[in-house]
């Protein structure tokens, strides 16, 4: 059972615009969420966390917004650039214990 | 530091071979994990080590697979005997201090099983 889904597998946006992935998970024990960028042929590197107790978190062009209702998170990111593209995967943790990941999401940014 | 080191890059295999895949972790990280990723599956923890212990290794699909971290610098994963559907990339990663800490990747292996 996939308790962290990546309803999108793929996302393609126009340099310049907002590039929006999504991430829902089901176990309400999950209290860090993170999310990785992967380039092909390399491993995911870390790109951005955010805690329950907050609702967002922001890194440059980069903000994660945390919805724990509807047990949601997002990463958007603004402008988006052609070295963007990549797949990016959220992960979740129960904060005493491993990371679970999702499928990944697939962007491109095309000129 | 070199970062996180994994070899073969690449490993191709006829089905019944065995298979070891290596790992050397980053200095001074206390966890070092098993991935494995797949299109259906995405990344898929296997197991994962703390200070050279196994702590969790729910995730390895049967007793085909099995890994072993002898010491703090080096860690195994091993196929015997490998099936086409073990097919995927397999990555190492590990992280200082806490499981759900950044976790730093290696580049990882694509092993194909034909």
């Known amino acids: 059972d996939q308790q962290v889904k990546q309803n999108s597998p793929s996302l393609s946006v126009q340099e310049g615009r907002i590039s929006i992935l999504n991430c829902d998970y089901t176990?309400?024990?999950?209290?860090?969420f993170l999310w990785y960028k992967k380039y092909p042929a390399e491993g995911p590197t870390f790109l951005i966390s955010?805690?329950?107790?907050?609702d967002k978190n922001e890194d440059g062009r980069f903000t994660v917004f945390l919805n724990k209702s509807a047990k949601h998170l997002s990463l958007h990111i603004v402008p988006s650039q052609p070295g963007d593209s990549a797949v990016y995967f959220c992960?979740?943790?129960?904060?005493?214990?491993?990371?679970?990941f999702g499928t990944g999401t697939r962007l491109q940014v095309f000129p | 530091d070199a970062g996180v080191i994994q070899s073969p890059r690449h490993e191709v295999t006829e089905m019944g071979q065995e298979v070891t895949l290596r790992c050397k972790p980053i200095s001074g990280h206390d966890y070092l994990f098993w991935y494995r990723q797949t299109m259906m599956r995405g990344l898929e923890l296997l197991i994962y080590?703390?200070?050279?212990?196994?702590?969790?290794d729910s995730g390895m699909p049967e007793d085909r697979f099995s890994a072993k971290m002898p010491n703090a610098s080096f860690s195994t994963l091993k196929i015997q005997p490998s099936e086409p559907r073990d097919s995927a990339v397999y990555f190492c990663?590990?992280?200082?201090?806490?499981?759900?800490?950044?976790?730093?990747f290696g580049p990882g292996t694509r092993l194909t099983v034909l």
């Open positions: 080590f703390n200070n050279n212990v196994p702590i969790d």
């Open positions: 992960a979740a943790s129960a904060h005493t214990d491993k990371l679970i």
């Open positions: 176990n309400s024990m999950f209290d860090y």
């Open positions: 955010i805690s329950s107790i907050k």
């Open positions: 990663a590990s992280s200082k201090e806490r499981a759900y800490n950044e976790q730093f």
